[in-house]
């Protein structure tokens, strides 16, 4: 007598798997019955109709499998971005926040202050700067720890983009003549807040000093007006390149 092949065991196991798996379970109480039963011996359910919502079941779930499947890939690097999203947005938030808490606000006064100015813009045709610093801006009083850290050469504000704050130094408010000048160092910070270079915030207000009221006539010895036209000459040197010497400003 030759002994038992040694595949003998596993076979008789996988049919007994096998058995169990075609075994019809009831889709009513649960029980599994056997293959040869048409209706289930607990509760004398159909057994048949059982068998179909499964095949119906893993239809369902391979139609599923190629982009959204809860294993998939995609899945899986969608839940990935987001996470990355996630943290992203609460690391903005805790810098927002640390920005916030590391420096004064401004008092009630120079709210005031701040509203006539932007009042001037609105009323001289920059409403989308004054809708900005009037909508999206937190303005403080003091330097927070990034302007600390970042050093500000004899400014009369500074804006951390794209936190949308505006610092407001005491310049601003004791050395301006007025709130037409106000008005121009904010339409300065207003091109900041839509993430522009200095460049480009010295050509803005430049341009728009006319339209602004903000001209050599009016202003021209006042000590932001000797400020800002030094500075736009540094950083924007072409708006003075006009005239017969070529050495006059192209917007007076
Ligand atoms: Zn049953
Ligand atoms: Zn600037």
Partial sequence: MSPPAPSAKPAVLERITERRANSP?????????????????????????????????????????????????????????????????????????????????????????V?????????????RDALILRRLVNYRASDNWWNRYVGHADAYAATNFPFEVVTLYPEFFNKSADDVERAAILLHEAQHLRGR??????????????????????HGNTRVWRNVSEFTEKHAPKLFRCGPDGDTDCYE
């Avoid at 029980?31 to 068998?51: I, P, Q, Y």
Wanted: a positive charge.
């Fill in 25 to 113: 379970k009831c889709a009513r109480c649960g029980l599994v019955n056997f293959r040869t039963e048409a209706t289930c011996k607990r509760c004398g359910a159909s057994l048949d109709e059982a068998t179909n919502d499964t095949t119906h079941a893993a239809t369902a779930s391979a139609a599923m499998l190629p982009e959204h499947a809860p294993g998939s890939k995609a899945a899986f690097l969608f839940r990935r971005a987001a996470a990355v999203c996630g943290v992203t947005a609460l690391l903005l938030f805790a810098c927002y926040v640390s920005l916030i808490f590391s420096s004064a606000p401004l008092n009630a006064e120079q709210r005031r202050v």
């Fill in 115 to 127: 509203d006539r100015a932007i009042d001037v813009l609105d009323q001289r045709g920059f409403a």
């Fill in 197 to 218: 270079g200095e460049e480009d915030a010295f050509t803005t207000v430049w341009r728009a000093k006319r339209q602004l009221g903000w001209t050599h006539d009016s």
